[in-house]
């Protein structure tokens, strides 16, 4: 069976952001491949952490990628501040006797660090074009947490479990290993905290999660972590804003200042992403469409709206209410070149990551989050059948069935884009439908 055949039927997908499947990344071929370990969202810990429990295995299934997509490089991508995962990984790569292929950058520590097109230009000094994937510049990028699950594909082992980081304004800051479908208060309540009647939980990174509506939900293959905050804390109060509210405040006080573009990463990489032009086309109601269509260059890290505006406005809010109105329109951006530069002010206008960390009001926070040998074990899982980018799984038991850990459960469409799921315990199938597959435990 070929690497690729081995990762579809574990059901791969990328361990964070839109879980793209990682069996289709591989079909390409392509002269770098990249492993992101920058993790630039603040308070989280799990790929740093990964990197120093599995450095073997994480270079393996990196390796391995390398070479089934012909690549002429391995980087591996990790901020430069943590000394001993570098240190750890150069020795390993040395040892392993890979060293020609395998190598280790250091990037800085600045956001968004881990964006996929800024770690191309970093690691090779090439910009994706606009509305690009890194492919178009010959490069393929996983994360440390995927090719770790390569690896153990490799072993016949499907992605039945995912690694957390639960931080935040709660007692006990961890990292843990959990079922796949595990109850997500279940997690949460790892933190210390029993009664969350006055908090409120992002799902993910504190720059690009949103806010949970409630927390009865279950974890996915693309779960990242979860950051607990009070209700008034300054991010909630700014996440939580209604976008018609937005739109308002974006009105009645947008300057024209232009800090927004100025440090927006995609601005800096050349492309003509100006979240500012957006702001005066709501603002004043104009009706350029053209103009307009730049929405879609917006990668939503957050930065302007959470950083950059000096009066604290929504310019992300404007390019996704945009881009919202041209979507239902069916109208889309089109590039008028492929070949980009970045702009020669973007190395004076990279974001330290300490410098965010205090603007969002997270300094007290940004604590280690150790990874814990807390063993999680729910009574019950629901495995979401489209937890990942593309069409959904289709169901492969019915309820009453009685399935092992590991087993596939729901299988790609045919001719579609998916990622296969499985069990993550042994039990009976109680439900299936609803978008989910529920498995009571044995």
Known sequence: MSLLDMVKDAGIIGAGGAGFPTHVKLGSKAEYILLNGAECEPLLRVDQQLMLLYPDEIIKGFEAAGRYVGAEKALIGVKGKHHEVVAILRERIRLLGIGDF????????????????????????????????????GCVVINSETALNIFNATLGKPVTEKYITIAG??????????PVGTPVIEVLKLSGVSDFEDYAVIDGGPMMGPVLSDLNGFVTKKSKGYVILKKQHYLIRKKTVKTEQAMRVNKSTCEQCRMCTDLCPRYLLGHNMQPHKLMRTVNYSLADIEEQKIAYLCCQC??????????????????????????DQNIRYKPEKIEFQARSSREYRLLPSKRLIARLGLRDFDKPAPMTEITLEPEMVCIALSQHFGAPAIPAVNAGAHVDAGQMIGSIPDGSLGAAIHA????TVVECGNGFVGIRRD
């Open 169 to 178: 304004d709660i007692p006990n800051r961890l990292t843990v290993r959990v």
């Open 102 to 137: 395998v190598e280790v950058r250091e990037l800085a520590d600045v956001y968004p660090a881990g964006d996929e097109q800024v770690l191309v230009y970093e690691l090779t000094g090439r910009v994706v074009p606009e509305t690009g994937i890194p492919i178009q510049v």
């Open 424 to 427: 993550s315990i042994s039990g």
């Open 302 to 327: 957050n930065l302007c709206e959470l950083f950059a505006c000096p009066a604290g406005l929504f310019p992300k809010s404007a390019n996704m209410y945009i881009k919202q109105k041209l979507t």
